[in-house]
């Protein structure tokens, strides 16, 4: 996540979309100062969070600035993902 971040949309994740191969891992850096979350899926859809989600508290949580997250695409597919806390923040991984 870019600085001021929680104010924006699809910029706020950079690069967006992030393109990688089977069995690769997309590594997330928190480069504002506001909380936020990686959630799989989209707001409010019955799916979020269910392939990944750094949570809102626990050692993934991204409380910060430089705080990471990470997880690894093993099927190929476009995944989207959205922060928790800023719904209108949203990215997607294309996973070939």
Excluded at 29 to 42: E, K, M
Aim: glycine fraction near 12%.
């Amino acid at each position: 996540m870019v600085p001021g971040s929680s104010s924006l949309t699809k910029n706020g994740y950079q690069p967006d979309p992030v393109q990688v191969k089977v069995g690769q891992t997309v590594v997330w850096t928190n480069n504002d100062s506001a909380f936020h979350t990686v959630t799989s899926g989209l707001p409010g859809q019955p799916d979020a969070g269910k392939l990944f989600d750094s949570g809102l508290q626990g050692p993934t949580a991204m409380t910060g600035k430089g705080k990471t997250f990470e997880h690894t695409f093993d099927t190929a597919g476009e995944f989207d993902y959205h922060c928790a806390l800023h719904p209108a923040l949203v990215g997607k991984v294309i996973v070939s």
